[in-house]
């Protein structure tokens, strides 16, 4: 068996782990990056939706290599046909591009081995043990079974993240916290040129359904439905083949791809580290349990990690007390949004189509900056103020 | 191994991988793997978006939590309109 050492494993070559291993890197810190699948990013598990603004915070040029579509903004719409268009800066994490993951993936994992990172692909991690003075990490793969020890480990191995219970950190997720989603790529489509389209109400039991412009008569077209609210098998599909034929902009489209996954939409968990192993991503279920979003959050994350454990490896001491500023540091940039949009996304869950309808049609009339909890409150009462009384939790 | 996989209809998505309370279920590049911790809970059969899941009998529970001891049952919501798959009388 091969034996490897380094400072700082990462693995999953996802948006947040190779943000991780590039903010690391750029600081001198000796990084291998391992992945399991063949090709990064591929098969992709996204609408595809990704902020402009955020971006520019982590100093990535936009690049037409993956880059597909540009939007101006979101429009959400009510069971009813109800429009309420948000500009960018209403509309937050999901809107601005519509990018192709794999493509934009592999940028991400590129700038990381540019920043002096190593990358082994079609490398899996099979088992993992936290020791005295760091962590080792069992793999498999086409470099052979391994073994690697490094100072820090970290885990962003996404949804299906195995390294949290390895490591102790308990990030199971019951199916009230699971939304199960599937895509259908459609070209042919009539609609849908300019916006990033969400569709809430019943449609989508605990979700919704989302239509992204690729432009060319193309898009994305996903739902996510609470898992807890389905019965046996088929539940995702029934409702978003029933969505596509009840719409006939959709129905009359052709599917080029199919695309499955989930998100988690509960809470922050309590730990997203334990020893020597830190969770990025949606392995520490950094997800927006409101939209879904989390390619943003991952990154964010990733930069927050890739500092402190630099820091830590030039201190020369790296153990859980100097690694401690990443629980602090992520939870400071993001923790009350999560928090926030999780609540939001419990109420939602029990209004009624007729209830959103209300609601949108409250909002079309009224100019609001910003999406925020207390914008939309301010709002609706100026229109429908029972609707208030019902909202009146969300305070 | 009670779970059955259609290995045409799986999109490798790990959707089940995530949501599986006992850690069972395994995704190797695009290949799902279950070992025998399987506890025919029944909830990658509801989650995977596929349908490629089947368990053969319907399983409510009660289960037991591998980690916490706890006992948990599975509800199903069985609402009209909703298709009722193999889990779901
Ligand atoms: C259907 C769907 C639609 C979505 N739409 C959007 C959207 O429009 N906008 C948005 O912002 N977010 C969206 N998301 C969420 C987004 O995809 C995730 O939040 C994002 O991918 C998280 O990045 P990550 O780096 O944490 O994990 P991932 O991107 O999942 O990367 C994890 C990587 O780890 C690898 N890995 C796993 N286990 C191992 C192992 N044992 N050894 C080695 N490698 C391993 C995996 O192969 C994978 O490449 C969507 C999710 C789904 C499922
Ligand atoms: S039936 Fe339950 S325990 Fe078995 S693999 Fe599926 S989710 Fe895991
Ligand atoms: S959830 Fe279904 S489609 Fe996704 S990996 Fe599991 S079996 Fe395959």
């Known amino acids: 068996m091969k034996e490897l050492t380094c400072d700082m494993l990462v693995i999953g070559a996802g948006p947040g782990g190779s943000t991780t291993a590039r903010y690391a890197a750029e600081r001198g810190v000796d990084v291998l990056m391992i992945e399991k699948r063949q090709e990064i990013g591929a098969p992709v598990r996204c609408g595809e939706g990704i902020a402009r603004i955020w971006l520019n915070e982590l100093g990535i040029e936009p690049d037409d290599a993956w880059i597909s579509k540009e939007v101006d903004g979101a429009r959400v719409i009510s069971p009813s046909g109800h429009i309420l268009e948000m500009n960018e800066k209403m509309a937050g994490n999901e809107t601005g591009y519509v990018v192709e993951r794999d493509l934009f993936d592999q940028y991400l994992a590129r700038t990381a081995v540019k920043a002096g990172s190593e990358l082994m692909v079609k490398t899996m991690a099979t088992g993992l043990k936290q020791l005295d003075d760091g962590v080792e990490v069992k793999t498999t793969g086409i470099h052979g079974d391994m073994r690697i020890k490094a100072k820090v480990v970290v885990g962003a191995d996404g949804f299906e993240s195995r390294v949290a219970g390895w490591a102790g950190i308990d990030t199971r997720l019951p199916p009230e916290h699971v939304n199960t989603c599937l895509q259908y790529r459609m070209m042919n489509i009539g609609n849908a040129e ?3 389209d969400f569709y809430a109400g019943e449609c989508a039991p605990g979700g919704y359904v989302w239509v992204f412009s690729k ?8 739902i996510g439905v609470q898992a807890s609210l389905l019965n046996g098998y088929g539940g995702v599909k029934y409702y978003l083949d029933k969505f596509v034929k009840k719409h006939p902009f959709l129905s009359k489209g052709t599917i080029i791809e199919v695309v499955g996954g989930a998100v988690s939409v509960g809470p922050p968990p309590d730990e997203t580290m334990k020893g020597n192993v830190l969770l990025v991503g949606d392995a520490a279920r950094q997800i927006d349990a409101l939209t879904g979003g989390g390619v943003v959050n991952a990154c964010d994350a990733g930069k927050v990690a890739g500092n402190v454990i630099a820091d830590a490896v030039e201190s020369g001491k790296v153990n859980e007390e100097a ?17 926030r949009n999780y609540i939001a996304k419990e109420k939602i869950l029990t209004m009624s189509d007729d209830f959103f309808d209300r609601i949108i049609l409250a909002l079309q009339e009224v100019e609001i900056e910003r999406v925020t909890t207390l914008d939309i409150l301010t709002a609706v009462q100026k229109k429908d103020p029972e609707l208030v009384e019902e ?5 | 191994m009670p779970v059955e996989i259609d290995r045409v209809l799986c999109l490798s998505c790990g959707a089940c991988v ?4 006992t850690e069972s279920i395994t995704l190797v590049d695009t290949w799902i793997e279950f070992d025998d911790s399987c506890i025919s809970c029944g909830v990658c059969v509801t989650v995977c978006p596929a349908a490629a899941l089947r368990l053969p009998e319907k399983e409510i529970g009660p289960f037991k939590d591998p980690k916490t001891g706890e006992e948990f049952v599975r509800e199903y919501p069985c609402k009209d309109g909703t298709p009722k798959g193999g889990v779901c009388e």
């Not at chain 1, 432009?215 to 996903?222: L, M």
């Not at chain 1, 909202?391 to 305070?395: C, K, P, R």
């Not at chain 2, 995530?18 to 309370?21: H, R, V």
Request: contains cysteine; proline residues 5%; hydrophobic residues 35%.
């Open chain 1, 194 to 196: 300019e916006f990033n």
């Open chain 2, 18 to 21: 995530g949501s599986c309370p």
């Open chain 1, 215 to 222: 432009g060319d008569g193309e898009a994305n077209v996903g």
């Open chain 1, 391 to 395: 909202l009146a939790d969300l305070l």
């Open chain 1, 323 to 339: 690694l401690k500023p990443y629980e602090s540091g992520w939870r400071e940039r993001m923790e009350k949004m999560l928090v």
